[in-house]
C-alpha cells in the first residue's frame, strides 16, 4: 500500500478499481450531515434545560437584616461580581475558541468540497479518455485486420511462389 493511501485512505479492489459503483447513486447520510458535532451541544432537537445560577435564595417576604447579616451578603455580593467579572472573560474566551473552531471546520469543509470537485474533474477525463479509447479501437481492428490480410496476402504469395518454383520442377 503506497504512503499516501496509507496516510490518507482510499478503497480500491486488488484489480486497483475503485470499489464504490460510479452510477450515481450516493452513500450520504442526512442524519449524519445534520448531527450535532456534540451530544452537549444547543439546537432545536436539544434546546438545553434553561437552567439559570442563583448564589442567594430569593426573598419571598419584605423583611429587616442586621449588621452581621448585612456584611455576610456584602463579602458574598464582592466574591460574586468577582465571579461574575472572571466568569464573563472565560466565556468570552470560550466564545472565541468556539468562533476559531467553527473557522477551522468551515476552511476543512471547503477544502473537502475543492478536493471533490477536484477529483469529479479528474474523473471526467479519465472517462473522456475512456471514451476516445473506445472511440478510436475500430481503427486500431482495421489497422489490425489490414496486417492480418497483408501476413495472409504475403502467405498466400508466398505459396503460390513456392507452387510455381517447385511445382514446375517436380
Do not use: C, W
Not at 21 to 40: E, M
Not at 86 to 110: F, G, M, N, P, W
Not at 136 to 165: C, M, N, Q, W
Request: charged share 30%; net charge positive; aromatic share 4%.
Amino acid at each position: 500500500m503506497s504512503l499516501q493511501l496509507r496516510l490518507f485512505g482510499g478503497s480500491q479492489t486488488a484489480a486497483g478499481k475503485l470499489s464504490a459503483s460510479n452510477d450515481g447513486s450516493h452513500a450520504i447520510d442526512k442524519s449524519k450531515v445534520l448531527a450535532s458535532t456534540d451530544t452537549s451541544v444547543i439546537t432545536p432537537l436539544n434546546p438545553g434545560n434553561f437552567s439559570s445560577i442563583r448564589s442567594v435564595p430569593v426573598v419571598p417576604d419584605p423583611r429587616y437584616f442586621d449588621r452581621e447579616q448585612a456584611d455576610k451578603l456584602k463579602e458574598l455580593a464582592k466574591e460574586k461580581t468577582d465571579g461574575a467579572r472572571q466568569s464573563k472573560r472565560a466565556y468570552k474566551a470560550l466564545t472565541k475558541i468556539e468562533a476559531a473552531d467553527k473557522t477551522v471546520h468551515k476552511e476543512h469543509r471547503k477544502y473537502e468540497g475543492a478536493v471533490a470537485e477536484n477529483e469529479l474533474g479528474k474523473k471526467r477525463a479519465d472517462a473522456g479518455l475512456a471514451k476516445k479509447l473506445h472511440g478510436i479501437r475500430p481503427g486500431y481492428a482495421r489497422l489490425g485486420l489490414g496486417i492480418d490480410k497483408a501476413d495472409s496476402d504475403a502467405r498466400t504469395r508466398i505459396e503460390e511462389i513456392k507452387a510455381k518454383l517447385t511445382g514446375g520442377s517436380n
